[in-house]
């Protein structure tokens, strides 16, 4: 008699065994390099992970050799092994010699593991992947915030809980008790499979969630039988639809990084009556189905973390990115910076940063009564240091070199200078980050500018400066050192500029609140007899208005960054000169931490300290 499936809110178990002829362990498989199947292969038969990913062997028999075991083997192309030492030896010898990927897969599905693969053996392999290509997956970080009491007055039973910004507490996380309370939170219409693994390099754990949309956690849940298309009839499962999850737990952090979800199919899609209303409504479900997972572990996750008289939610911290390297330098544990000194004021951050010759462990701070060395003098002090006698030969002979070369041209000198200059900025507002090869890169910024955008109307001083600069720089054009003096005139003159429309618009809102100071005393000292003169007063502030938001257009503008390494290549357009390094603002510099954003009066919106 087959065995009886019920519907059960219970999770998956590691044990469940998955068919070979699935498609989806073929594609699951075959992510993964020749090199790492084989690891893989030798993991599974560890003792540590013998228990959920048991391989075929061959049944002892009485006799060292019998007839019925020849006969039943006689025809295998890949025959099963007799021990589990035997087979261990087989896969290592396996890592010495030349094959191909599709030799040690075939083995795998049709031979050593042709009974089944678990969802323990599935889950390692998924991770594996993940190692091999850490890029994969694109992660958001969410900040773990403690919520205030609610109170228990009956007028304020309807209350929404507040964050509490002052708190620093901390969740306690114990993985079982996580995954029980998580999935108290799954519906009883899904099934989940749960695996933690510790990052190899990285401090951090890992959470994989393999989710089926069945109620059956048994091998049942893993198959739907079949759907007629016509005449024909294909088979369908479960993996089709399936999605897989990871949530990244840093140590003692609060802070949480969760992947997109992603969906884990090992055939082509289903083109029958379902797509073809997709594709006329234009619906997409796929993406309706991610939005929904990633809503349920929003709220799951916080839930299943909070305890009684301590309750927690997420926070978005706009920063998502492929690299978990990035998002540990920004919203990292307690060894890390957290994002509260990124950009040019990482310096201060770093504890093992040199001090002056060479002092480590020393933290630079701007409270300093001691200024620091220049970083062009740390760095020949450490050259001579190093080196000692041979570093100051080699310099010797760099300069008897450099008396031989025929002098410079003045304009090569002046070029020479405001390279070394560029490079000097860039370093000021950068220091030590955005380096093109740190391994900390980040592959999209989306900014939004809603600042106001600057009137045309030019003080007459400026103007006539400016008509003045003009001639006298049309008439000394074959001069280089006219060039730069015109060069510095019109940068100061920029920064006049700026600094006269800084204080027209501090006065314009300085005299917007007196006008309303003054509107709000006129409203107070109105009564019932003079409301003709109250409708007219707010008439004419309603025209002023409406005349100051015509005055004040701000216009919206996107701007998104594209690389693998966004702002190490804003780095590299401030050393070329591209960028202006000095009139850069701040967020460009990723100093802020974040990948969305909106700027509005030069500062991205709900950040502190941007610069402008």
Same mark, same amino acid.
């Given at each position: 008699?087959?065995?009886?499936? &019920?519907?059960?809110?219970?999770?998956?178990?590691?044990?469940?065994?998955?068919?070979?002829?699935?498609?989806?362990?073929?594609?699951?498989?075959?992510?993964?390099?020749?090199?790492?199947?084989?690891?893989?292969?030798?993991?599974?038969?560890?003792?540590?992970?013998?228990?959920?990913?048991?391989?075929?062997?061959?049944?002892?028999?009485?006799?060292?050799?019998?007839?019925?075991?020849?006969?039943?083997?006689?025809?295998?192309?890949?025959?099963?092994?007799? =021990?589990?030492?035997?087979?261990?030896?087989?896969?290592?010898?396996?890592?010495?010699?030349?094959?191909?990927?599709?030799?040690?897969?075939?083995?795998?599905?049709?031979?050593?593991?042709?009974?089944?693969?678990?969802?323990?053996?599935?889950?390692?392999?998924? &991770?594996?992947?993940?190692?091999?290509?850490?890029?994969?997956?694109?992660?958001?970080?969410?900040?773990?915030?403690?919520?205030?009491?609610?109170?228990?007055?009956?007028?304020?039973?309807?209350?929404?809980?507040?964050?509490?910004?002052?708190?620093?507490?901390?969740?306690?996380?114990?993985?079982?008790?996580?995954?029980?309370?998580?999935?108290?939170?799954?519906?009883?219409?899904?099934?989940?499979?749960?695996?933690?693994?510790?990052?190899?390099?990285?401090?951090?754990?890992?959470?994989?969630?393999?989710?089926?949309?069945?109620?059956?956690?048994?091998?049942?849940?893993?198959?739907?039988?079949?759907?007629?298309?016509?005449?024909?009839?294909?088979?369908?499962?479960?993996?089709?639809?399936?999605?897989?999850?990871?949530?990244?737990?840093?140590?003692?952090?609060?802070?949480?990084?969760?992947?997109?979800?992603?969906?884990?199919?090992?055939?082509?899609?289903?083109?029958?009556?379902?797509?073809?209303?997709?594709?006329?409504?234009?619906?997409?479900?796929?993406?309706?189905?991610?939005?929904?997972?990633?809503?349920?572990?929003?709220?799951?996750?916080?839930?299943?973390?909070?305890?009684?008289?301590?309750?927690?939610?997420?926070?978005?911290?706009?920063?998502?990115?492929?690299?978990?390297?990035?998002?540990?330098?920004?919203?990292?544990?307690?060894?890390?910076?957290?994002?509260?000194?990124?950009?040019?004021? =990482?310096?201060?951050?770093? %504890?093992?940063?040199?001090?002056?010759?060479?002092?480590?462990?020393?933290?630079?701070?701007?409270?300093?009564?001691?200024?620091?060395?220049?970083?062009?003098?740390?760095?020949?002090?450490?050259?001579?240091?190093?080196?000692?006698?041979?570093?100051?030969?080699?310099?010797?002979? @760099?300069?008897?070199?450099?008396?031989? %070369?025929?002098?410079?041209?003045?304009?090569?000198?002046?070029?020479?200078? @405001?390279?070394?200059?560029?490079?000097?900025?860039?370093?000021?507002?950068?220091?030590?980050?955005?380096?093109?090869?740190?391994?900390?890169?980040? %592959?999209?910024?989306?900014?939004?500018?809603?600042?106001?955008?600057?009137? =045309?109307?030019?003080?007459?001083?400026?103007?006539?400066?400016?008509?003045?600069?003009?001639?006298?720089?049309?008439?000394?054009?074959?001069?280089?050192?006219?060039?730069?003096?015109?060069?510095?005139?019109?940068?100061?003159?920029?920064?006049?500029?700026?600094?006269?429309?800084?204080?027209?618009?501090?006065?314009?809102?300085?005299?917007?609140?007196?006008?309303?100071?003054?509107?709000?005393?006129?409203?107070?000292?109105?009564?019932?007899?003079?409301?003709?003169?109250?409708?007219?007063?707010?008439?004419?502030?309603?025209?002023?208005?409406?005349?100051?938001?015509?005055?004040?257009?701000?216009?919206?503008?996107?701007?998104?960054?594209?690389?693998?390494?966004?702002?190490?290549? &804003?780095?590299?357009?401030?050393?070329?000169? &591209?960028?202006?390094?000095?009139?850069?603002?701040?967020?460009?510099?990723?100093?802020?931490?974040?990948?969305?954003?909106?700027?509005?009066?030069?500062?991205?919106?709900?950040?502190?300290?941007?610069?402008?």
């Amino acid at each position: 008699m087959a065995p009886i499936s &019920i519907p059960t809110t219970a999770r998956l178990p590691s044990s469940l065994r998955v068919d070979p002829s699935n498609p989806a362990v073929f594609k699951i498989l075959n992510r993964l390099s020749r090199a790492s199947l084989l690891t893989l292969a030798l993991d599974w038969l560890d003792e540590r992970n013998l228990a959920l990913a048991a391989p075929y062997l061959r049944q002892p028999s009485s006799s060292e050799y019998s007839d019925d075991e020849e006969d039943e083997y006689a025809d295998d192309f890949h025959p099963p092994a007799r =021990s589990l030492e035997a087979l261990q030896e087989l896969y290592t010898s396996l890592q010495l010699r030349k094959g191909s990927k599709r030799e040690v897969i075939d083995r795998i599905i049709e031979g050593d593991w042709r009974h089944g693969l678990t969802l323990y053996q599935l889950a390692m392999a998924d &991770i594996q992947y993940l190692y091999d290509h850490p890029t994969s997956q694109k992660w958001a970080a969410y900040r773990i915030m403690p919520l205030k009491p609610l109170s228990t007055n009956e007028e304020e039973e309807n209350q929404q809980p507040e964050v509490d910004k002052e708190s620093l507490v901390i969740p306690r996380f114990h993985p079982s008790t996580f995954l029980k309370n998580l999935q108290a939170q799954v519906p009883p219409d899904v099934k989940a499979h749960y695996n933690f693994d510790r990052h190899r390099t990285l401090p951090l754990s890992i959470l994989r969630i393999f989710i089926l949309d069945s109620p059956y956690n048994t091998s049942l849940g893993l198959q739907s039988g079949s759907s007629k298309t016509g005449r024909k009839a294909a088979a369908t499962t479960t993996f089709d639809t399936s999605r897989t999850v990871y949530i990244a737990f840093p140590d003692a952090s609060p802070y949480i990084y969760i992947s997109k979800p992603q969906l884990l199919s090992g055939s082509a899609p289903a083109t029958g009556p379902s797509s073809a209303a997709t594709n006329t409504t234009g619906i997409n479900t796929t993406a309706g189905e991610a939005k929904s997972l990633q809503h349920l572990l929003l709220v799951g996750i916080p839930t299943a973390l909070s305890r009684p008289r301590q309750r927690f939610c997420l926070k978005p911290t706009s920063l998502a990115t492929r690299n978990l390297n990035e998002l540990l330098d920004r919203r990292g544990g307690a060894n890390t910076r957290q994002g509260a000194a990124g950009g040019g004021w =990482s310096i201060y951050a770093d %504890e093992m940063r040199d001090k002056g010759k060479g002092k480590r462990g020393n933290r630079e701070t701007p409270l300093d009564t001691v200024l620091p060395s220049p970083p062009l003098s740390e760095e020949e002090e450490g050259d001579k240091e190093e080196h000692g006698a041979a570093g100051r030969k080699e310099i010797g002979a @760099e300069m008897k070199n450099k008396r031989l %070369e025929p002098p410079l041209s003045p304009g090569a000198k002046r070029e020479e200078r @405001e390279k070394k200059r560029r490079k000097l900025v860039a370093k000021a507002r950068f220091a030590e980050t955005a380096l093109v090869g740190d391994g900390k890169g980040v %592959e999209r910024v989306d900014i939004i500018l809603e600042d106001e955008f600057p009137s =045309s109307s030019i003080h007459p001083s400026s103007s006539t400066t400016t008509s003045s600069s003009s001639t006298s720089s049309s008439s000394s054009s074959s001069s280089s050192s006219s060039r730069d003096r015109e060069r510095d005139r019109n940068r100061e003159r920029d920064r006049d500029r700026d600094r006269d429309r800084e204080r027209d618009r501090d006065r314009e809102r300085g005299r917007d609140r007196e006008k309303e100071k003054e509107r709000d005393k006129e409203k107070n000292k109105d009564t019932p007899g003079d409301r003709r003169s109250g409708s007219s007063s707010s008439s004419g502030a309603a025209a002023e208005a409406a005349g100051k938001q015509r005055e004040e257009w701000r216009p919206n503008v996107k701007l998104t960054f594209h690389g693998p390494h966004v702002f190490a290549g &804003i780095r590299q357009l401030v050393e070329a000169g &591209i960028v202006d390094g000095e009139r850069m603002p701040g967020w460009l510099t990723g100093e802020e931490g974040v990948t969305v954003g909106k700027v509005r009066e030069g500062r991205i919106r709900g950040n502190k300290g941007s610069g402008h």
